[in-house]
């Protein structure tokens, strides 16, 4: 009789994790299925992570409501999806009930990503305005990458008209650790061991017109004139050519890259701005926004 009882609990914790074993993976399937298929339908931005978050009944008969989080550089979004119990059909897009977007009510809203100030090095790196300024942006560029150039005409302009309350910080990212791109990072680094200011007429000229006609040439030309401008600016064009030759400049680009890669940099111009991660362009919104707080 004892054996009998035995047996018979022990078959109750057999079924038990049978079927907790069947639960995860329905699980796991709706889930790659909502996963699988949304990669495959919607154009991510490039670093984008997702992860599947919860599945429960939906309203539209027979299907699921499936929650992923799309985990992006500068904030996670979640986002639902419909599939339906056997994994075969999947619905994308808003289900609206009574006028009602019922999608959106249970995605909920994004989440903008924040980073730690104090955590990006800034006495590192080449700067504009005041310590303890309202707004600090640090900025991730490259000087081959034209919407950077776009952002900083902007920027210098704001600048210029709240000059007390913005600094500005200056990072590399040009992405590769080779190609023309780092050439110029590494350039400009090399600079910046000269002093800030001789940093910012290279920045400047590389942004510039001129600048942007130049970059295209030879490796060689560029440095040559790097030189003229330290020159006519009353900088050491030596001490620029010392420390590109002993790799400074190489230091400082990959020391950036580095911490770029750590926040899940993707692309540029990428912005924090007190905190908040901010991809690509902005608008005036966004300056005014942080600027009133």
């Known amino acids: 009789m004892l054996k009998k009882i035995l047996w018979g609990k022990l078959g109750l914790v057999f079924f038990s994790l049978f079927l907790s074993i069947n639960a995860f993976a329905q699980e796991d399937k709706i889930g790659q299925v909502a996963i699988d298929t949304y990669k495959a339908q919607i154009r991510l931005p490039q670093g984008t992570e997702i992860k599947f978050l919860e599945k429960k009944e939906s309203p539209i008969p027979g299907f699921f409501s499936v929650k992923l989080l799309l985990s ?34 249970e995605a909920g809203s994004s989440i903008p990503k924040k980073a730690d100030m104090g955590s990006l090095e800034m006495e590192k790196s080449p700067f504009m305005g005041p310590q303890g300024a309202k707004v600090t942006i640090v900025e991730f560029a490259n000087f081959e990458c034209p919407f950077c150039q776009d952002s900083w005409v902007k920027l210098k302009e704001l600048m210029g008209q709240h000059p007390d309350d913005i600094r500005y910080v200056f990072k590399h990212f040009p992405f590769q650790a080779q190609g023309k791109a780092f050439e110029l990072s590494e350039m400009a680094a090399a600079a910046q061991e000269i002093s800030n200011g001789a940093f910012w007429a290279i920045h400047d000229f590389l942004f510039s017109p001129e600048g942007q006609t130049l970059i295209t040439g030879d490796k060689e030309a560029i440095k040559q004139k790097i030189e003229q401008v330290l020159k006519a600016n009353g900088y050491d064009a030596k001490a620029f050519q010392s420390a590109l030759e002993v790799g400074r400049g190489i230091k400082r680009v990959r020391e950036d890259m580095a911490l770029g890669t750590r926040l899940r940099v993707t692309g540029t111009p990428t912005k924090v701005v007190n905190g908040d991660i901010i991809v690509g362009s902005d608008t005036d919104n966004v300056w005014e926004r942080f600027l009133e707080k």
Do not use: C, Q, S
């Open 72 to 105: 992006m550089p500068d904030k996670d979004t979640p986002v639902v999806i419909y599939v339906d119990k056997a994994g075969e059909k999947v619905i994308l897009g808003n289900l609206f009930i009574k006028g009602e977007n019922v999608t959106v009510k």
